[in-house]
């Protein structure tokens, strides 16, 4: 029987091991740790509503219920010429490869002087103590924001810094130290919501003017210090807690590997998530170089439906089957934003882009929805089609 490795043990991957599975081919999965971390769900690490230890998602429990192999290594570098991964400890050969290791951050200087809530999972947890520290000292100036990869758009992580603020101000308000914070929302794009639509770009500012959250737009970001962020016009701000959620730029790994990459470092995909050159393997997800229209985003949604025709097309490769699914025809954003105490319904795709206010009902259905993504992974509910 054909042996498939898959390299991430993220959304992505998650979704091809099962999906393979569910086809009855021989899967490992290989991630560099236990656990699957529930991105989505760590905009309410820093503010309490959601445990740590509950955003993540045992990957064991996950081949245990779906019976893939599963191994915990540091992918070192792909040989795709010879069919071989290097691990730190050892090699592994493979019939069939599919590359799910998403991204690192665009280096920005002083990056590592901020925090962030999509970057290593715990480091949810040090926002959180900072934010208590300045509620204990009861006054400060919190900033969050996000950037740009300016070789590739898609690769933005704009959502949840804009959910983070709202939750923020949640935070303080039932705290009644509003009065006593200073919050401040930047981006170095001039318009940073106009991907998710025209509409929604609208509603998601009249929210942070309403909330007297104030808006640094339109100027690049040339580094950070403990307290400051300094923008390329040579203007300065400071702040006593700053929050960053940088885009995404190619993996490592792959600058040590024979994969052809774009100018950003994403793995270079056809229509079908093949490799260019490479037959026999797929990337899928952050990972990949997405083509298509202007303001695609990478979401997890998506990345859910590249593993999907990922698997597809390999069974298909395997029995001889012409290769019928194409990512592209799943492009579209799907966004349950939250905003504290209510949330939004924002989509789009090829035809029609909407906003759907949910007051109050939208921050729980965001709630459930985290629930349903562990035990629908779990096997232990049916799987709702695009959820």
């Known amino acids: 029987m054909n042996h498939i490795v898959i390299l991430g043990g993220g959304f992505a991957g998650i979704e091809a091991a099962i999906q393979l599975r569910k086809k009855s081919q021989n899967v490992t999965l290989i991630s560099n740790r236990e656990f699957l971390f529930i991105y989505p769900l760590s905009i309410w690490i820093p503010v309490k509503l959601q445990k740590y230890e509950k955003t993540c998602l045992s990957l064991r429990d996950v081949a245990a219920k779906y019976q893939f192999n599963f191994v915990i290594g540091d992918v070192q570098s792909i040989d795709a010429k010879n069919s071989k991964v290097m691990l730190r400890d050892s090699d592994l050969s493979y019939d069939y490869l599919v590359i799910a290791l998403g991204g690192k951050k665009y280096p920005i200087n ?39 990869n300016p070789h590739d758009s898609s690769a933005v992580r704009g959502g949840p810094a804009f959910e983070l603020i709202f939750n923020i101000h949640r935070y303080l308000k039932k705290r009644n130290l509003l009065d006593k914070f200073e919050l401040t929302f930047f981006a170095p794009m001039q318009n940073p919501g106009i991907r998710l639509g025209e509409k929604a770009s609208i509603e998601v500012f009249r929210m942070l003017n309403r909330l007297n959250i104030t808006c640094h737009f339109g100027n690049k970001i040339h580094s950070f210090s403990e307290k400051t962020i300094q923008f390329d016009n040579g203007k300065i701000l400071e702040f006593d807690l700053i929050t960053f959620i940088s885009a995404r730029n190619g993996h490592p790994v792959l600058q040590n590997s024979d994969i052809p990459l774009s100018a950003a470092g994403f793995i270079k995909i056809d229509d079908h998530c093949q490799v260019i050159g490479f037959p026999r393997v797929y990337a899928i997800g952050d990972t990949a170089d997405l083509q298509g229209p202007d303001w695609k985003a990478k979401q997890g949604h998506l990345a859910e439906a590249m593993a999907k025709t990922a698997a597809h097309n390999i069974v298909g490769q395997i029995n001889n089957n012409p290769r019928t699914k194409q990512y592209l025809d799943d492009i579209s954003i799907i966004c349950l934003m939250d905003m504290g105490n209510s949330g939004a319904l924002v989509y789009r795709n090829h035809h029609r882009q909407w906003l759907i206010p949910l007051p109050i009902i939208g921050h729980w259905f965001k709630r459930l929805w985290g629930k349903y993504y562990v035990y629908s992974k779990l096997g232990r509910i049916p799987r709702i089609p695009g959820l």
């Open 110 to 148: 002083g990056i590592e002087h901020t925090h962030s809530i999509a970057d290593e999972p715990e480091k949810s947890l040090i926002l959180q103590q900072g934010i208590d520290r300045l509620i204990q000292q009861g006054h400060g100036r919190i900033a969050v924001g996000f950037g740009g």
